[in-house]
């Protein structure tokens, strides 16, 4: 199992898990309890702590780059292209656009 750490403009949102038989996204109970802290997307409102997918959320995908920034990436990072959730946590802190930075717990 590996987790990443989801931020909304620096502030620590929640976690997002790959486990076995897939994903789960649960945002932190004091952003979650917090009504001025606004949900990370319109697929992922307050209105659950806790989402569960078999697949890569489609938000989090979305974040992903595409074509050649891709390729080179993981290229460069050795990853495989299929590997959504690895290319995520290896680039989702400094190559997004937007509020939402994804990084690696360690």
């Known amino acids: 199992m590996k987790t990443a750490r989801v931020f909304y403009n620096h502030d620590l949102a929640g976690e997002l898990r790959r486990e076995e038989n897939g994903f789960v996204f649960r945002y ?5 309890r917090d009504p001025r802290k606004p949900p990370i997307s319109l697929s992922l409102p ?12 489609p938000f989090f995908y979305g974040l992903l780059s595409e074509g050649e920034t891709k390729a080179i990436q993981c290229r460069t990072l050795k990853i ?5 959730f690895e290319r995520l946590i290896s680039t989702g802190s400094t190559a997004t656009i937007g509020a939402v930075t994804v990084e690696e717990a360690r």
């Open 80 to 84: 495989d292209e299929d590997d959504h």
């Open 28 to 32: 932190r109970d004091e952003y979650f």
């Open 46 to 57: 307050k209105s659950k702590p806790e989402y569960r997918s078999e697949q890569l959320f």
